[in-house]
């Protein structure tokens, strides 16, 4: 089969269908999320923090990231695979987020690029998306602008509502093909979901986006602690503690390896 591209997620918008995103930073993470029929994988900065044990996703860089995206191409063959810019790789010029996308495309085999704001970043989308790359919007809560939002909390209630939803606005018309809505009041995420042609992947958004996202670790139960708006659908800290628990038992013990795990 063919990859997912931005048609199928501008049909499934027409269609009204809602569809799940994932992160994914390794190859065997991704392959079962694409072999599950996740149609969109983020390799998100959040690598910042999940991979690379950082405090926020400030410190990532390109060539940090470029190895993860690589990866995630590679053990895919169904899912589009959005690469997400990290702080400081397209916020100077429209130039500069070209090269950084380029790099992403040519380098890791990326098919869509994600970077966060909103009219500041109306040039960097227009000059990508001219050049061919498909640009996937971030509002809301944008971890990378975290020192100026004074820390990590909703974004968009009352008045700066109406600024959201003019940002989503002007990123839909610089030709973005989907917007993040990180962190915002459920009912301003309905509103901008209900304005836009293009889908909205909520996180932290309520019901009403047209998709959602996670970050795997999160629902898998792998990060120590989650933020409200996660489901925790299994708890891999817990069964990966025992499992690993149980090995060292029986190295310990001898009861590992048997006659059934030996060559002769
Ligand atoms: O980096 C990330 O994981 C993200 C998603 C949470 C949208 O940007
Ligand atoms: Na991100």
Redo the contacts with the bound molecule.
Sequence with gaps: GRRVTVRDIAAAKERGERWP?V?AYDALTARIFDEAGIPVL?V?????M?VYGYDS?LPVTVDDLLPLTAAVVRGTSRAMIVA?LPFGSYQASPQQALETAARFMKEAGAHAV?L?GGHRVIPQVELLVSSGVPVMG?LGLT?QSVNVLGGYRVQGRGQAGDELLMAAKALEHAGAFAI?L?CVPSELAQRVTASLGIPT?G?GAGPHTDAQ???WQDLMGLTPHQPKFVKKYFDLAGEMSRAVRAFADEVVSGAFPTEAHSYH
């Design positions: 995103m992160t983020l998100g900065d959040s690598a910042a999940v996703t997400d994600k966060e971030h971890p993040v990180e992947i996180i996202v996670l970050v």
